[in-house]
Structures are given as C-alpha cells and as structure tokens.
C-alpha cells in the first residue's frame, strides 16, 4: 500500500507539471485564495475583491497551502489575470489538441526552475497532493476496517481513488474537491468503525464525530450532507445496543465540538452576507436555475458528470475517448453485478458480516449522488463529477468487493486478493498514464520541430514582415464536401524576435470573394504564442479548417494564410526576390462538392427535436445594394409539437449587427415526415456597404418568446441561431 501511495504521489507530480498554471477547473479562483490569505493574512469577501476568489468556501485547504506558500514573493496582485487564449475550447468536445489552453503561456514565467508565482501555485498543488495521498490511505483503512483479514481486497479497493485519472489530475492542481474527498474517507472510516466497536457509543465517539464533521465542514460546505451517514451510524449503533442515552450524550457533543470549530464560520458569513452559508451571495454572482424546470436538465448532464468523474480535464475541454468512459461504465455495471453472484452460490457467509458496513457505504454513495444532482437542478456551473468526491473512497470499494465475487468463481479461486489488486491497480495506473500522456500532455504541447535540411512539401519562401518565413505547405485534401475538414501544414522558420504576439489565419474564400470559412488562432494551435518565438526555431502548424455544414456547394475557393496583429495590421509578405506578395498568401485551390440528397444544400439541423432543416438555396451569393435575397429552407416536422413556431432569417454584417431581416409563421398543419418549403424574401437596403455579410436562421416559439436551441446528434446544445453561407454585395 505504501507503493502505492509513493506512485500516486509520482502521477500526481507529472500531472501538475505536465498541466500549466491555471488551466484546471477553477485553478485560478482557488489560487487567489490562497495568496489572500498568504498576502494579506484575512479571508477573501465575495463580490468585494475586484475579481473571483472562490470566497464561498470554508478555508481548511487555502489555509494550509498559504502556511506553505506565505514566504513566497510572487510578483503578482492577488487579481493578476494570465493574458487568455480568445480561441480557448474551440471545437471542446472533440479528443484532440487544438487550442485547449485558457491561457497563454510564457516559458520565460513557467518553466522549471520555478520561481516567484510559478513556484507558489507548484508548492499549492503538492499540498493538495498529500491531501490526495491521504485520501487514498483512509480508502485503504476503510477496507481494511471491513475485512481485517484480507488486507489485499483493501488495497484493491485504493485502485479506483488512487488511479482515478480524474482523481489524480485534481489532486496536481490547486482546488478544495481533494481535501473534501480526504475529509469524507475519514467520516467514512470513523462511521464503519463505530458500526464494529463492540462497546458501542460514548463520549469518545462524539468527540471523534464532532471533530471529523467540523473538518468536513472546513474543507467543503457540501460535506454538510455527510452528516446523514454520521446519524446513520449512530443510530444504527444505539438501537443495536439500546443506548439512547449514549446517543443523545454523543448528538449534544457533536453539536457543542461542531460548534467551537466552525461556528465562527457561519457567524462570519451571517455578519457578511446576511445568511450563514454564503450561498446566497454566490448565487448572485453566478446565477441559479429553477429545480422547477431544471429536472430533465439535470438528468441529461448525467451523462457528462460520469465522464467528468473519471477524466475531463480543464474545463471539461480535453475529454478521453468515449470508449475509456464506456468501459468504466461496463466494468461499474459488472461490478454491481458482481453481489448476485454469493446468492447464487449461496456462499452468503461474508456478506452478512460485511453488510452493515456496506451499506453504510452505499449510503454514502447515495447521499453524494443526491447532493450531485441537487446541484444539478439549482446551478448552471456545469455537471462535475469532483462533486462527488466525498463518495468516492466509498464507491471505489464498493466497485472492488463486487468485482472479487468474479474472482471466487470455480471450485478454486482463479485469482487471489492479491492478484485482484494487481489486476484492478495495474489496469487503472495504465489508464491514468495514458490519459496524461496520450491526451492531457498533448493538449498542451508545443508544435513539432523539423530539420533545417529537410525535404519538404511544396517548398516556398515567403517571409512574412521580418518575423517568419514559411517554408513549405502541404494541403491534405483539394475537395471536401461541407461539414467537412481540410487539414493543411505550414512549415515556418523564425527569422526575427517578436515584439508581441501575433494571430496566423487560415481562409477560404470562394471565387465571387465570398468568405466559406476561417480560422484565427495563436501559433502551435494556441500553445506556442509568438511571444516565444526565438530565431532559428522551427515548427509544423498543423491546423485543421472546418467547413461549415451549412456551406453553399458546388463551389471552387481558394485556401490563403497570413499574421495580423489583433486589432491592427497583417503582416506583408514578401518572396525570395523581395518582391511584395500582399499580406495573404494564396496556397491553392479547394472544391467544395455538394452533399448528395434530395435538397439542395443538404442539412440535418435538428431544432430541439420539433423541427428538422433538410436544405436550403439562395438565388445568388453576390448582389448589388438593393437586390432581393431569396432563401428558401426545407422544414421536417420532427413531432406533433411542431405549431406556434417562427422562421426567422437575418441578414448580419461582420460585427454580427442585424441589418435585415424577414420572418415566416409556419403554418401549423405540416404531416410528420413531411418535407416542407419556406421561402422568404429580403430586400438588401441601398445603403448597405460593400462587403460580406451573414445569413443567419433562427426559429422561435411565438407562445414562449424563446429560440430553439439546435441539438446535436451526441445531445450536446449547438446555438440558438445556425449560420447559413455568407453573401457578398459588390
């Protein structure tokens, strides 16, 4: 077990160098805390600091990293705010590495050796790791309260905490989800061991309760639900032993030890807020929903709360493979699976021994799944499964003793309890280092390198102002359908030292000079911002385009690079002779060939499951001001619910401003299965500039006044809005 906890400890180190500064859930909210309290010795106040601080939360863990960070000069405010990626979680649910960062990252601030900031968020995130660490030896504890004589099922049981990728990732960054988890396994602990004590309950016990609930309390104000499991145990206890008496001695002096301990928390944030959780404060900050009319919300996060309890990192923007999330769920489903198998063997013996204790830990399980999906209903930060921390010792062993009824199969066990560890361990050590290694590293790794000397595709020259020379390009695709991608890779050389940061763009623009598609984004796909660059460096950008599903087809565009300054000016571009190439460069030409269907434009835009967008065409894509627009849009009913809606159609500049717009209410008789006509017609204003403008559909439920939101096929909402194919007036 204490291999274990030393490789824990190992995978958590990698993930907090591996992760830079800040780019986990909340990471930088949690900092400032700390550093509030490192720096100016008080607690932070919510809505009094400038910035966010995660001031709603008990102190117990930034307390104890601002002990171990206070002597540290970082440099900084307590509200510095790291220069953002504006390209941050582009295409989030996608597996992949482009632009996951939040942040930009500077090697000159960053990287090891540490110092100033750098080194006391690194400092902050080792303590969370020896809170990690300890949680998964409570976990271990725990089994080993329940089957003193098979201490390997308890070190099976640490396998799901202690290679937990998610698990893992958070306890290498700077958050209060671990010490919540800490906290949890050890009122976990305490409550099976009460269950066991043959002399039942006395004062001792409330101390211990009183102690264990009050740190509880300190790391998360959640852990407040864990005072369900606490009563549970103790009442369980005294009606086992008739000691009421004893029970209400232990109430009195859990309340009276909870009270000396925290009490000064819940006066302070009365004082401050007017109620003593500070809850409410919190939700004016960050907004609330109605459990009313949250329900089915909250039931379709589910989904998303199991990823993102096993491995979803930063924001949920890097996710694993569905086939990682799958396999748990299959190997969790087995496991439960796993207790039908002693009734029927009618090997019982050991269940009932254990079944206290279990259930104690099916309890806990429960009341973290409820307190998870109450968040669900009543806040719109997103379903996380570190929410359910506290449980996870719990659910861990749970998983494993049902997993170890597979094992007892035969006339002899095919496999030991040591070997169980071996296999449960090993196999969720390998997951965690595949997903920090094949997924979370990547995400944030700096392009590849090339040789000086190496052949390349189509080799160029072309130097952009004095900064960088491309060297060569190669375009993977020459036609592509819309909905489809068209990978390209640059190969640049640095020439000169940047000033600042500069953006590379990736356009395609059809031959009437009507923009298909773009892509803005900082070098190395956000994780090599030019801010880094050094003469002689050498990078492929490998940077893949999205056509639009709703492109028009057929059409012939040209694919064109190029660097501006955000706000300012492009980069001109000029060839081996010096001579001015204008500040895009044209790279070639792609076919945009339609998909094949029976609607022009072909679509499958499904409008929250009432009405389905099968195509579309215009009359034209360049016009002159005053023209007419004709858009005509085919509508599939998609249920009898599909009467009261409005087709909306605008016409928007490059600000995203309105500058026409025409609406249809659809008539309410259209059959299911039906494929439906709506036309519109929009006069194009005789002022309107010379220029590219957007086409924009949206449909609105003329009852409630709201927009339908288009669904993807996976669930996930898209926008209220879907962009058709530009236009462009001469």
């Given at each position: 077990?204490a291999?274990v906890?030393?490789?824990?400890?190992?995978?958590a180190?990698?993930a907090?160098?591996i992760?830079?500064?800040?780019?986990?859930?909340d990471?930088?909210r949690?900092?400032r805390?700390?550093r509030?309290?490192a720096q100016?010795h008080?607690?932070?106040?919510?809505?009094?600091?400038?910035?966010?601080?995660?001031?709603h939360?008990?102190?117990?863990?930034?307390?104890a990293?601002?002990l171990?960070?206070?002597?540290?000069?970082?440099?900084?405010?307590?509200?510095y705010?790291?220069?953002?990626?504006p390209?941050?979680?582009?295409?989030?649910?996608?597996v992949?590495?482009?632009?996951?960062?939040?942040y930009?990252h500077y090697t000159?601030?960053?990287n090891?050796?540490w110092?100033g900031a750098?080194l006391?968020?690194?400092?902050t995130?080792?303590v969370?790791?020896?809170?990690g660490?300890?949680?998964?030896w409570?976990?271990?504890?725990?089994?080993?309260?329940i089957?003193?004589?098979r201490?390997f099922l308890a070190?099976?049981?640490?396998a799901?905490?202690a290679?937990n990728p998610m698990?893992v990732y958070?306890s290498?960054?700077?958050?209060n989800?671990?010490?919540?988890?800490m906290?949890?396994?050890?009122?976990?602990?305490?409550?099976?061991?009460?269950v066991?004590d043959?002399r039942?309950?006395s004062l001792?016990?409330?101390l211990i309760?009183?102690?264990l609930?009050?740190?509880?309390?300190?790391?998360?104000?959640?852990l407040?639900?864990?005072?369900?499991l606490?009563?549970a145990?103790?009442?369980w206890?005294?009606w086992?032993k008739k000691?009421?008496?004893?029970?209400?001695?232990a109430v009195?002096?859990?309340?009276?030890?909870?009270?000396?301990?925290?009490?000064w928390?819940?006066?302070r944030?009365?004082?401050?807020?007017?109620?003593?959780?500070g809850?409410?404060?919190l939700t004016?900050?960050?907004g609330v929903?109605?459990?009313?009319?949250?329900?089915w919300?909250?039931v379709?996060?589910?989904?998303?709360?199991?990823?993102?309890?096993?491995?979803?990192?930063?924001y949920?923007?890097?996710?694993?493979?569905?086939a990682?999330?799958?396999?748990?769920?299959?190997?969790?489903a087995?496991a439960?699976?796993?207790?039908?198998?002693?009734f029927?063997?009618?090997?019982?013996?050991?269940?009932?021994?254990?079944?206290?204790?279990?259930?104690l830990?099916a309890?806990?399980?429960l009341?973290?799944?409820?307190?998870l999906?109450n968040?669900?209903?009543?806040?719109?930060?997103?379903p996380?499964?570190?929410?359910f921390?506290?449980a996870?010792p719990a659910?861990?062993?749970l998983?494993?003793y049902g997993?170890s009824?597979?094992?007892?199969?035969?006339k002899r066990?095919w496999c030991?309890d040591?070997?169980l560890?071996?296999?449960?361990h090993?196999g969720?050590?390998?997951?965690?280092?595949?997903a920090?290694w094949?997924?979370?590293?990547p995400?944030?790794?700096?392009p590849?390198?090339f040789a000086?000397d190496a052949?390349l595709p189509?080799?160029?020259?072309a130097?952009f102002?004095?900064?960088i020379?491309?060297?060569?390009?190669?375009i993977?695709?020459?036609?592509v359908?819309?909905g489809?991608?068209?990978?390209?890779?640059?190969?640049w050389?640095?020439?000169?030292?940047?000033?600042?940061?500069y953006?590379?763009?990736v356009?395609?623009?059809s031959?009437?000079?009507v923009m298909?598609?773009?892509?803005?984004t900082?070098?190395?796909?956000g994780n090599?911002?030019s801010?880094?660059w050094?003469?002689?460096?050498?990078f492929?950008?490998s940077?893949?385009?999205?056509?639009?599903?709703?492109?028009?087809a057929?059409?012939?565009a040209?694919?064109?690079?190029?660097?501006?300054v955000?706000?300012a000016?492009?980069?001109?571009?000029t060839?081996?002779?010096?001579?001015?190439?204008?500040?895009?460069?044209?790279?070639?030409q792609?076919a945009?060939?339609?998909?094949?269907?029976?609607y022009?434009?072909?679509?499958e835009q499904?409008?929250?499951?009432r009405?389905r967008?099968?195509g579309y065409?215009y009359n034209?894509?360049?016009?002159a001001?005053?023209?007419?627009?004709a858009?005509?849009?085919y509508?599939?009913?998609?249920?009898?619910?599909?009467a009261?809606?409005l087709?909306?159609i605008s016409?928007v500049d490059?600000?995203g401003?309105?500058?026409?717009?025409?609406?249809?209410?659809?008539?309410?008789?259209w059959?299911?299965d039906?494929?439906?006509?709506?036309?519109?017609l929009?006069?194009?204003g005789?002022g309107?500039?010379?220029?590219v403008?957007?086409?924009?559909v949206?449909?609105m439920?003329?009852?409630?006044q709201?927009r339908?939101?288009?669904?993807?096929?996976?669930?996930?909402?898209?926008?209220?809005?879907?962009?058709?194919?530009?236009?462009?007036?001469?």
């Amino acid at each position: 077990m204490a291999l274990v906890v030393v490789v824990f400890l190992g995978l958590a180190l990698a993930a907090s160098i591996i992760n830079p500064l800040h780019e986990a859930t909340d990471e930088l909210r949690h900092y400032r805390f700390v550093r509030t309290i490192a720096q100016e010795h008080t607690l932070p106040v919510q809505g009094a600091m400038g910035c966010s601080a995660q001031g709603h939360h008990p102190p117990l863990f930034y307390a104890a990293a601002a002990l171990a960070t206070g002597w540290i000069d970082t440099g900084q405010e307590i509200c510095y705010d790291p220069p953002h990626n504006p390209f941050w979680a582009y295409r989030y649910w996608e597996v992949g590495r482009d632009n996951k960062n939040q942040y930009l990252h500077y090697t000159a601030v960053e990287n090891f050796p540490w110092h100033g900031a750098a080194l006391a968020a690194h400092l902050t995130r080792l303590v969370n790791s020896l809170f990690g660490a300890l949680t998964v030896w409570l976990t271990y504890l725990i089994g080993l309260a329940i089957w003193p004589k098979r201490p390997f099922l308890a070190v099976a049981g640490a396998a799901f905490v202690a290679f937990n990728p998610m698990f893992v990732y958070m306890s290498g960054a700077i958050n209060n989800d671990v010490v919540a988890a800490m906290s949890g396994a050890a009122v976990t602990l305490a409550c099976v061991r009460l269950v066991q004590d043959p002399r039942g309950l006395s004062l001792r016990w409330g101390l211990i309760f009183g102690a264990l609930f009050s740190l509880a309390l300190m790391s998360k104000f959640n852990l407040a639900a864990i005072a369900l499991l606490i009563a549970a145990a103790m009442t369980w206890t005294a009606w086992r032993k008739k000691q009421w008496g004893e029970w209400l001695k232990a109430v009195l002096v859990i309340g009276g030890v909870t009270a000396v301990l925290t009490g000064w928390w819940f006066v302070r944030n009365q004082l401050l807020y007017g109620e003593p959780t500070g809850v409410e404060e919190l939700t004016q900050l960050w907004g609330v929903r109605d459990p009313s009319q949250s329900f089915w919300l909250a039931v379709s996060e589910l989904d998303y709360a199991w990823t993102s309890l096993w491995g979803r990192f930063g924001y949920g923007q890097i996710p694993l493979p569905q086939a990682m999330y799958a396999g748990l769920g299959w190997l969790a489903a087995l496991a439960m699976g796993g207790y039908a198998l002693p009734f029927m063997r009618r090997t019982t013996g050991e269940l009932r021994e254990t079944a206290v204790p279990l259930l104690l830990l099916a309890l806990n399980v429960l009341l973290f799944f409820g307190v998870l999906f109450n968040y669900l209903l009543i806040s719109p930060a997103g379903p996380m499964g570190r929410f359910f921390f506290p449980a996870l010792p719990a659910l861990s062993i749970l998983l494993m003793y049902g997993l170890s009824h597979y094992a007892a199969l035969g006339k002899r066990p095919w496999c030991s309890d040591a070997c169980l560890a071996g296999i449960l361990h090993g196999g969720m050590a390998l997951m965690t280092v595949i997903a920090f290694w094949g997924y979370l590293r990547p995400a944030y790794a700096p392009p590849p390198s090339f040789a000086a000397d190496a052949a390349l595709p189509n080799p160029v020259n072309a130097q952009f102002d004095t900064l960088i020379n491309l060297r060569g390009y190669e375009i993977r695709q020459t036609a592509v359908q819309p909905g489809g991608a068209i990978d390209i890779d640059l190969y640049w050389e640095v020439t000169g030292k940047p000033p600042g940061d500069y953006l590379l763009f990736v356009h395609l623009i059809s031959e009437n000079g009507v923009m298909v598609a773009q892509r803005d984004t900082h070098p190395g796909l956000g994780n090599f911002p030019s801010s880094n660059w050094e003469p002689g460096d050498r990078f492929v950008e490998s940077i893949r385009l999205m056509v639009p599903e709703a492109a028009y087809a057929p059409d012939t565009a040209v694919l064109s690079v190029g660097y501006y300054v955000p706000g300012a000016y492009r980069l001109g571009i000029t060839d081996a002779d010096g001579a001015g190439l204008g500040d895009s460069l044209a790279l070639g030409q792609v076919a945009i060939s339609p998909i094949p269907g029976k609607y022009p434009n072909a679509q499958e835009q499904n409008f929250n499951n009432r009405l389905r967008l099968r195509g579309y065409e215009y009359n034209a894509q360049l016009f002159a001001p005053g023209d007419v627009l004709a858009v005509t849009l085919y509508w599939e009913p998609l249920s009898a619910n599909s009467a009261d809606l409005l087709a909306r159609i605008s016409v928007v500049d490059e600000a995203g401003k309105e500058v026409a717009f025409q609406e249809n209410l659809l008539p309410p008789d259209w059959a299911l299965d039906s494929v439906n006509p709506d036309a519109h017609l929009l006069v194009l204003g005789e002022g309107l500039a010379p220029g590219v403008y957007g086409i924009r559909v949206s449909l609105m439920d003329v009852v409630s006044q709201e927009r339908q939101t288009i669904v993807g096929a996976d669930g996930h909402q898209i926008d209220d809005h879907l962009s058709l194919a530009n236009i462009r007036i001469r």
